[in-house]
């Protein structure tokens, strides 16, 4: 809908008032989005390889759209509440009440996790601009419901990729708001984040516990030679699968069909378990992905797609007015919370990861401008 009301500007044709920083974003999203091109046409992907990369370039008019004509902060804070809301309630129907072991959503446990928590943490970013308003504690509430809400569909979830990057997370949030706040509430933060995270793991419903204690297994037994093909066995296993492939081809890289085959030549040598091997697409980590199959300019694309935006987010983190502090605070979000993601899966390789981040993207740097107008 983005997309197609875009189409609006080649009839008003809006004064954007463009500058270096919107060009750097839109050439990051369209260097990215190339690159994936280029792999598909060259590694005989078809348009089914198409399909994902050209989203960053149908972001682009979405975000100018909304730089023309940018929304109500009140409407883009209640979307991310009522979807984090959505996220987590459905999370915890499937969790407490049909009692699977993880919540999947609608999709596959992982996305479904991660993209929960993402909700949940802006929700956090957007507490400043809540702060702001006239009925300023009505919206702190709304927005606090919907971050432990994302964060318990997170939870629920036990996708435990979405839980490493917390810190820095929290480090973030400190840098944008924790400067600004006196010491007893930076006290009771504190308290209620660590009484938090210890009552997660302490309660049995919340399925932390065992996700935190099968992790550590996992980790003992592949050290030992025991297991190669479980949760983490099998990405210490792709990833050492990966990196041989790199160090092949380190410049162009495999491409989608060649690193598959590539895999499975290692499988068949036994240096990457066989099962492993033929089971998986990706080394479930983004960069590690974007190396092995884009060459070392992929990986520099897929670094800029992330480092860019946050870099230019990230020098309004003190911004005086909360409400373009908390999208900066929220764009610096997006890009941890995605460097995050891909540290145990190639978050972008799924239809939901790219329409996410994306979108996201467009519409927070979109607003952001947008608030630095006169």
């Given at each position: 809908?983005?997309?197609?009301?875009?189409?609006?500007?080649?009839?008003?044709?809006?004064?954007?008032?463009?500058?270096?920083?919107?060009?750097?974003?839109?050439?990051?999203?369209?260097?990215?989005?190339?690159?994936?091109?280029?792999?598909?046409?060259?590694?005989?992907?078809?348009?089914?390889?198409?399909?994902?990369?050209?989203?960053?370039?149908?972001?682009?008019?979405?975000?100018?759209?909304?730089?023309?004509?940018?929304?109500r902060l009140s409407w883009l804070w209640s979307g991310l509440v009522i979807g984090a809301i959505g996220a987590g309630s459905w999370a915890g129907w499937?969790?407490?009440?049909?009692?699977?072991?993880?919540?999947?959503?609608?999709?596959?446990?992982?996305?479904?996790?991660?993209?929960?928590?993402?909700?949940?943490?802006?929700?956090?970013?957007?507490?400043?601009?809540?702060?702001?308003?006239?009925?300023?504690?009505?919206?702190?509430?709304?927005?606090?419901?919907?971050?432990?809400?994302?964060?318990?569909?997170?939870?629920?979830?036990?996708?435990?990729?979405?839980?490493?990057?917390?810190?820095?997370?929290?480090?973030?949030?400190?840098?944008?708001?924790?400067?600004?706040?006196?010491?007893?509430?930076?006290?009771?933060?504190?308290?209620?984040?660590?009484?938090?995270?210890?009552?997660?793991?302490?309660?049995?419903?919340?399925?932390?516990?065992?996700?935190?204690?099968?992790?550590?297994?996992?980790?003992?037994?592949?050290?030992?030679?025991?297991?190669?093909?479980?949760?983490?066995?099998?990405?210490?296993?792709?990833?050492?699968?990966?990196?041989?492939?790199?160090?092949?081809?380190?410049?162009?890289?495999?491409?989608?069909?060649?690193y598959r085959q590539g895999m499975e030549a290692l499988g068949d040598e036994d240096i990457v378990h066989p099962r492993v091997a033929e089971k998986y697409?990706?080394?479930?980590?983004?960069?590690?992905?974007?190396?092995?199959?884009?060459?070392?300019?992929?990986?520099?694309?897929?670094?800029?797609?992330?480092?860019?935006?946050?870099?230019?987010?990230?020098?309004?983190?003190?911004?005086?007015?909360?409400?373009?502090?908390?999208?900066?605070?929220?764009?610096?979000?997006?890009?941890?919370?995605?460097?995050?993601?891909?540290?145990?899966?190639?978050?972008?390789?799924?239809?939901?990861?790219?329409?996410?981040?994306?979108?996201?993207?467009?519409?927070?740097?979109?607003?952001?401008?947008?608030?630095?107008?006169?």
């Amino acid at each position: 809908m983005l997309l197609l009301g875009s189409s609006v500007m080649l009839v008003k044709r809006p004064g954007l008032g463009l500058d270096r920083r919107d060009l750097a974003i839109m050439l990051a999203m369209a260097a990215y989005a190339a690159v994936g091109i280029a792999e598909a046409w060259w590694d005989g992907q078809g348009w089914s390889g198409v399909d994902k990369p050209i989203r960053f370039v149908l972001a682009i008019p979405a975000m100018l759209l909304v730089m023309a004509y940018p929304p109500r902060l009140s409407w883009l804070w209640s979307g991310l509440v009522i979807g984090a809301i959505g996220a987590g309630s459905w999370a915890g129907w499937q969790k407490l009440v049909v009692g699977v072991e993880r919540a999947t959503g609608y999709t596959y446990v992982i996305q479904f996790g991660n993209l929960s928590m993402l909700l949940g943490i802006l929700c956090l970013a957007g507490l400043g601009w809540a702060y702001a308003q006239r009925h300023r504690h009505a919206w702190l509430t709304f927005l606090a419901i919907g971050a432990l809400f994302g964060i318990l569909g997170s939870l629920f979830s036990g996708s435990r990729g979405g839980w490493v990057g917390i810190p820095f997370i929290l480090l973030v949030l400190y840098r944008g708001y924790g400067r600004h706040l006196p010491l007893r509430l930076k006290v009771a933060a504190a308290a209620l984040v660590l009484g938090g995270a210890a009552l997660v793991y302490a309660v049995p419903q919340t399925g932390v516990q065992p996700r935190v204690l099968k992790a550590f297994e996992d980790i003992e037994r592949y050290a030992e030679g025991e297991s190669r093909t479980s949760s983490l066995g099998a990405r210490f296993e792709m990833w050492k699968g990966a990196t041989r492939l790199i160090m092949e081809k380190p410049v162009i890289g495999w491409g989608e069909n060649g690193y598959r085959q590539g895999m499975e030549a290692l499988g068949d040598e036994d240096i990457v378990h066989p099962r492993v091997a033929e089971k998986y697409g990706h080394p479930h980590n983004e960069f590690l992905n974007a190396f092995a199959k884009r060459g070392v300019i992929g990986l520099g694309v897929l670094l800029a797609l992330y480092l860019v935006p946050m870099s230019l987010f990230g020098r309004e983190l003190h911004a005086p007015d909360l409400q373009r502090r908390s999208l900066a605070i929220a764009g610096v979000l997006l890009s941890v919370a995605y460097i995050d993601f891909g540290l145990s899966q190639a978050f972008l390789t799924h239809n939901s990861g790219v329409m996410m981040f994306a979108f996201l993207l467009a519409v927070l740097w979109g607003c952001f401008r947008a608030t630095g107008r006169p």
